[in-house]
């Protein structure tokens, strides 16, 4: 492990990593594809000569057709009575060049080679790599020495001495599953048949957790080959008609082909492809997290609707119960205002007019008054006409205004409407305002809540050195999956800690303990399975052994507290069907230790590792385009992970030897206490700041803080005795807390105080006055 280790040697970052595109890499470098399938399958011998303390390497690749790459075979020793002279032509150039690939890794038909020969050049004076041959003497291969051995003597008796080791280059293929599937045609692990390894569909996935689930048949390259073709002969053979389906596709790939759709790209066997360990890891302690806080949630939001008392405010049942009371307040005052509308309408129509005519009766006037002086009688005929008319207009206009006048005056004597109506519409409308207001805070803090013991989790598992990446959809990446598991014990009885003091109902605390105390006993299993996962040594056999039997209890462990045993009452919580649980207990990870015995050895961490300093790399760039861009991030990337950077590296850390101060404490929303703790604050209601005027007035109108009830459809249950929106709900409260100053509905004070500051109501908060 490491990113020493990492040696790109090509890259396409502009394009989508998906099996079109891996294709054509394949196609424009076909020594990639062969290089990558002839180490995989332990064609690739590198070959030491020594000679006195010098030493010539080279490699050799075997292309004999019955090769097994179970049961590779070695060349034969090298022979130290012969040699091969190249007097009359040498073999490698004068200027003492880097020597062509084709000529240092040479490609040998290991059946036809019955002896091994050194290559002496007498020019040169040294030996210039080794010659193959076969049963005849027929030279069948010649590899050269990467750096030449230079001969101590002039004659041949030097080389008695010489030792040949032959080193078998192995290799496995590690990637993450979604590129497997792409390399190997198939569908993913969405699909019926999701693993790539067995025959396995995944509605019956969750029998391995009972222990009941068959063997399921192993794949093998062969078999995706064979699965290949029937997928492409159905396709071939099937008519337009049929192909016009919408399931043709499915139907094939679900009851032909085992949801395989394509040849593989690469000829490699399956066993030498690793399980992607890193991700079982990281997807099997996502689901660990998920199912801790869907338990915590299920006790929270049972002690929401049983528990009764000051901390009911941190459930988001309480927010939603207050917003539905709040909406439906909000349907009263709407249907008050149209009631009160009807009244002073006409009024405000009457109001209008008069407005109106008044200022066209003012225009009028101030057109008379206006003096004319005309040039010519022509001229003064036409101002007359227009001043006659003007005349007549005013007079007009002060007939109808007497006319609104008579009319207002009698609907108010009539008592249709007056001036403590237009009051009432104004404290309505005053109403609506602030509940759209609370409405609209609630809305958020209900939207963003989740739940409070999600955030307590979250605190929990931060403050013990865990995060969640909110940027992998709340995935614990890299090293925090061992951390979470370490740590299992204080995670847990951290959360008991804070969520203990909130639960009111005993029975409810007791399903709150036993709860914690079996996810503590699943993690601490957890534990130990991750530690041989992550190891990059070879594990010996009892540690094997000590795997499996820790693989079979944890997934008894879970099995029980997921369908057996479940510790909280009405909970039903679903056993994860994933393809990574899969690959653990059924049984794939196990195989793959025992043939290579190691995991963490082989898999794909330090290859994930490179993804976050490569997209660095592009981000820096992201000036530049096209091959410019691919040969900056190329050679920056080799220059960060050199093998002497990570030297001097290492060197400079033993050198310097000293205390990092701890960071300055970050600023804190809400009070805190003295000694330090970090808990909630529970403080008094402040005196405050009186309300306004107007909001004092709509308090008191009796009439529009009345007895409501929520609908049936907003009740939790049918049959539930009804919820009432009782006077208190609707009175209007000041927010004091650091200066707020914001008018809520009581219903949504409390909410508001501890989702904005972090302060719990204390008992008997709810009779506080409205000026609080």
Not at 199 to 204: E, F, K, P, T, V
Not at 505 to 510: F, G, T
């Amino acid at each position: 492990q490491g990113q020493e280790h990492v040696h790109p040697f090509t890259e396409y970052s502009g394009a989508k990593d998906d099996r079109d595109n891996l294709a054509k890499v394949y196609e424009e470098h076909p020594e990639m594809k062969r290089g990558i399938e002839d180490i995989i399958r332990r064609k690739v011998l590198y070959v030491e000569v020594k000679i006195g303390e010098q030493v010539g390497s080279c490699m050799v690749v075997n292309t004999d057709a019955a090769h097994d790459y179970k049961n590779p075979k070695p060349l034969p020793d090298l022979d130290t009575d012969a040699v091969l002279s190249s007097e009359a032509t040498s073999t490698r150039s004068d200027d003492d060049k880097a020597v062509p690939l084709d000529r240092y890794a040479v490609r040998v038909d290991f059946s036809r080679v019955k002896s091994t020969t050194l290559i002496r050049s007498h020019n040169q004076n040294c030996y210039e790599g080794l010659v193959f041959k076969d049963e005849q003497g027929e030279r069948v291969g010649t590899s050269l020495f990467k750096t030449p051995i230079a001969c101590t003597t002039t004659s041949d008796q030097d080389r008695h001495g010489c030792k040949m080791n032959q080193v078998l280059v192995m290799g496995v293929l590690a990637s993450d599953l979604q590129l497997l599937c792409a390399l190997f045609g198939h569908q993913g692990a969405a699909s019926k048949w999701f693993c790539l390894f067995c025959l396995l569909q995944q509605s019956q996935s969750k029998d391995e957790f009972a222990g009941n689930a068959q063997e399921p048949t192993q794949r093998t390259l062969e078999s995706i080959k064979a699965d290949a073709q029937q997928y492409e002969e159905h396709v071939n053979n099937a008519t337009e008609q049929e192909k016009a389906k919408s399931t043709f596709k499915s139907d094939v790939t679900q009851n032909c082909s085992h949801s395989i759709t394509d040849k593989p790209l690469l000829d490699i066997p399956l066993d030498c492809i690793t399980y992607a360990s890193m991700h079982v890891v990281l997807g099997l302690t996502k689901w660990l997290v998920d199912l801790t806080i869907a338990g915590y949630k299920e006790i929270e939001k049972k002690a929401a609707v049983t528990d009764e008392g000051k901390r009911q405010v941190v459930f988001g049942e309480t927010i939603e119960l207050a917003l539905k009371k709040a909406r439906r307040y909000k349907v009263f005052l709407t249907e008050q205002l149209k009631d009160t509308e009807a009244v002073v309408t006409s009024q405000h129509i009457i109001a209008a007019k008069i407005t109106a005519l008044t200022e066209e009766w003012e225009e009028v006037r101030e057109l008379n008054d206006q003096h004319f002086s005309p040039d010519a009688n022509s001229e003064l005929s036409q101002r007359e006409l227009q001043i006659a008319e003007l005349c007549q207009r005013e007079l007009q206009i002060e007939e109808e205004l007497e006319a609104l006048g008579q009319q207002l005056s009698s609907e108010s004597e009539a008592g249709t409407g007056d001036s403590s109506d237009i009051d009432h519409v104004k404290m309505i409308l005053e109403q609506i305002c602030i509940t759209n207001e609370s409405i609209r805070e609630l809305e958020e803090y209900f939207n963003n809540h989740g739940s409070h013991s999600a955030r307590v989790i979250d605190k929990v598992l931060k403050r013990n050195g865990v995060d969640q990446a909110t940027y992998f959809k709340g995935a614990i990446v890299g090293n925090h999956c061992m951390t979470f598991a370490q740590k299992g014990n204080q995670i847990y009885s951290g959360i008991l800690e804070e969520l203990e003091p909130i639960i009111e109902n005993a029975s409810l605390k007791s399903e709150l303990r036993d709860f914690t105390e079996r996810m503590k006993a699943i993690v601490a299993v957890w534990y130990k399975v991750q530690r041989v996962i992550k190891s990059t040594e070879k594990q010996s056999i009892e540690s094997i052994n000590q795997f499996e039997e820790n693989t079979n209890q944890l997934r008894i462990l879970i099995n029980k507290i997921c369908k057996d045993d479940v510790p909280i009452s009405g909970w039903k919580p679903r056993l994860t069907r994933s393809l990574k649980a899969h690959l653990l207990f059924g049984g794939h990870l196990l195989r793959q230790l025992r043939v290579w015995g190691t995991l963490g050895g082989i898999d794909e961490q330090n290859i994930e590792s490179a993804h976050a300093i490569w997209n660095k790399l592009l981000r820096q760039f992201g000036a530049t385009r096209g091959k410019e861009l691919q040969m900056k991030v190329l050679s920056d990337y080799l220059f960060q992970t050199a093998s002497f950077m990570h030297n001097g590296i290492d060197h400079v850390k033993k050198e310097m030897k000293r205390n990092l101060k701890s960071s300055a404490a970050t600023r804190r929303t809400a009070p805190r206490r003295e000694d330090g703790d970090d808990t909630i604050v529970e403080a008094e209601q402040c005196a405050g700041v009186a309300i306004s005027d107007l909001a004092s007035i709509i308090n008191a109108e009796v009439a529009l803080h009345p007895e409501l009830y929520l609908t049936e459809e907003d009740q939790e249950s049918n049959g539930a005795q009804p919820t009432k929106v009782s006077k208190e709900d609707t009175m209007i409260h000041m927010c004091t807390e650091r200066n707020c100053k914001k008018l809520r509905l009581k219903l949504a004070l409390d909410i508001h105080r501890y989702e904005s500051h972090q302060i719990l109501p204390v008992i008997g908060d709810s009779n506080a006055g409205p000026e609080s």
